[in-house]
């Protein structure tokens, strides 16, 4: 069962920010929340992770509450590019073991 | 260089038939999955490999029957195969530290006829 919950569609504006919520209130204190994406059929592709701490890289920035119970995923200037279905996963520290378990995730649309 | 491969791409079949589905990695990741992702586009874990030894299987019919001949290679190979079989299959692979990421194929659409 997937320990997420998240919005089943969103859109957004190209040029504009996409942010993407995810509530996980049943989180752990060593469980990571990671953010995966699926463009039409591709394979999913890893976007970001963070533990307790807001995190940035060249794809996204990550906001973790201070209560770890939700994250935010914001994509900065979407593009056209980035019409997907994002996921949002909580996983152990070593999850070599765990059943990774993809939930239903948000199809967002960036409207041109 | 593709850093986890599956082949073939498109698999087309007749019930009743055996195939194998072939997935590569170049990582020098411990651990490997498959994945199926249905009609209905929900991703489900099948099985999960770590060091060539099995460590999850999700009830999945015997029919199914991953190989690992070494920690870079998990193959699928399915019998008898049905129309309820058809999907798209995913091969994955991860590292054994904290915070590692999960690194997946371009998949492998089945279809059975």
């Known amino acids: 069962d997937a320990k997420t919950t998240q919005p089943p569609s969103m859109d957004c504006a190209e040029g504009r920010a996409a942010n993407l919520p995810c509530n996980h209130s049943?989180?752990?204190?060593?469980?990571?929340v990671y953010w995966y994406r699926q463009i039409h059929s591709q394979g999913p592709q890893y976007i970001i992770h963070?533990?307790?701490n807001n995190e940035t890289n060249e794809m996204a920035s990550l906001i973790i509450t201070e209560d770890r119970k939700s994250s935010t995923l914001i994509l900065p200037h979407a593009t056209l590019r980035d019409t997907a279905v994002y996921y949002c996963i909580v996983l152990g520290p070593n999850f070599g073991n765990e059943k990774l378990t993809f939930g239903t995730g948000t199809r967002l649309t960036i409207i041109p | 260089d593709t850093a986890v491969s599956q082949t073939p791409k498109y698999l087309v079949t007749q019930m009743g038939n055996d195939k194998s589905i072939k997935c590569e990695q170049n990582?020098?990741?411990?651990?490997m999955y498959w994945y199926k992702q249905d009609s209905k586009k929900f991703l489900k874990i099948m099985f999960s490999?770590?060091?060539?030894?099995?460590?999850i299987n999700e009830t999945v019919p015997n029919r199914f029957s991953p190989k690992s001949p070494d920690k870079a290679h998990l193959n699928l190979h399915i019998n008898s195969l049905e129309l309820g079989d058809s999907a798209v299959y995913f091969c994955a692979s991860t590292g054994a530290g904290w915070g590692e990421k999960l690194f997946f194929g371009s998949g492998t659409q089945l279809s059975v006829l």
């Open positions: 049943t989180i752990s204190g060593n469980e990571y």
């Open positions: 490999y770590n060091n060539k030894e099995l460590i």
């Open positions: 990582l020098g990741h411990d651990t």
């Open positions: 963070g533990l307790k």
